[in-house]
């Protein structure tokens, strides 16, 4: 499994090149194994590292820790979602037991902010569900019963007031949610390296070529090296088709996103220097927006089935214009030049926007399929994922295994056709809000 990432992600350039970086090159045993160092891997191997601390713990990624989704995305931290499918009446229950995960999601992150006092950019300024067409009115209306019903405090808000709050004159209707948390994900994704026990071994650009069981024990054939382990965690997400986890039941979108330079002051005055925002779209392939903390401005508005392990600079340069194009219809007083950074990502989705948080065998487990939630349910999972491989229970185990499971996927080439076909309706819906 070599990924192969692109180089032009902002929030990974903001942050200082790490050193010390070790990669396999030598067999080896051990008690535990996670692999994929993102958001879960990382906190299941805090959590192990607390729980076992007389126990060996190896961490491995394909590439650079961190450097995958987890610092990859568009740094949301959701309390509530509304194209995940559950929002009807008849499936209010689903949907409230969705938002508590968010809600256990955002404690648990919180907490790591406090207690090992991180610096990620938190902003508690809510976040905005927003379309430039007024018939999307129905939607927000139907959803704000939803929020309503369940107590989510939220204002409906017409085009005069989200110009006034947003800088931009392109959306017509949007609902303001109270409870959504925007960070900067890199920075986040850091600190939870340098966080880890002194009981965990970090391997990185160390990818994984095949995997068995034998016995008792998980045998793991890499790059340059083989491990041996007692019990082994799979947190790789968007990757966990790829290694045979849950394969008929995952599978992996590719995201395209880029980022504005820094504006200048008259650019910022010129968009009437609004407070740090950030928009999630009515339509599922609509845009996601991004004023961040120091003035640039984020925007993903590509979905894609592609080959997860690498998109060449020609084609994510193709998927660029697409962006460019999304800031100028919102802020066409702003250069055409303006576009910094553009990179890709991979993220992972069931069919039934469910999650995968499983024991598949008596020392195998696996955690992933966040669905584009995945700051505060990876964190959340991986910590939790950890606990349940120790035999341990908790409130958020019993919640978390509440949720309906995953359902089937047909084989391919059905599954892509379906998935391409689905993609390219939802895309001609949403065309007017890239």
Known sequence: ????????????????????????????????????AGYTG???????????????????????????ASGRNSGYLVDTTLNDGFTSNKDLENYKKKTDIYAFGIEVVKKFIKEYQVDCDWNESGKYFASSKKEDRNILNNFSYTLSRLGFEHSLLERDELFNRLGTSFYNIGIYTRGGILIHPGKLVRAMIDALPYNVILYENSYLLNWYKEKDVVLCQFNNGNIKTKKII????????????????????????????????????????????????????GATVRLTKDKRILIRNTAEVHNPFKMSSKNLKKRSINQKIGIKKRFPQLPDDIIQSSWSGIV?????????????????????????????????????IALKASNEISLEIKTIEKINKPTWLPPEPFLSMGIKSRLLYERLIARSEI
Not at 49 to 57: A, D, F, M, S
Request: glycine fraction near 10%; charge should be positive.
């Open 234 to 285: 799979f947190a790789t997400n968007g990757f966990l088709k790829s290694l045979g986890i849950k394969s008929n039941y995952n599978f992996p979108i590719t995201l395209t996103a880029s980022m504005t330079r820094r504006l200048s002051d008259k650019e910022f005055e010129n968009i009437g220097k609004p407070k740090e925002w950030g928009v999630l779209p009515v339509k599922p392939m």
């Open 1 to 36: 499994m070599e990924v192969e990432n692109d180089k032009g992600c902002s929030w990974i350039n903001d942050l200082n090149s790490r050193t010390n970086i070790k990669s396999i090159n030598s067999d080896e045993d051990c008690d535990w194994l996670i692999i994929g």
């Open 42 to 68: 990382l906190s299941a191997a805090r959590k192990l590292g607390k729980l076992h601390p007389n126990q060996k713990i190896i961490l491995v990624d394909a590439q650079l820790a961190g450097e995958g």
């Open 348 to 384: 992972s989705r069931t069919r039934n926007s469910s999650q995968i948080f499983e024991k598949i065998d008596k020392n195998i487990f696996a955690a992933g399929c966040y669905n584009g939630s995945g700051i505060g349910v990876g964190t959340l999972f991986g910590e939790q």
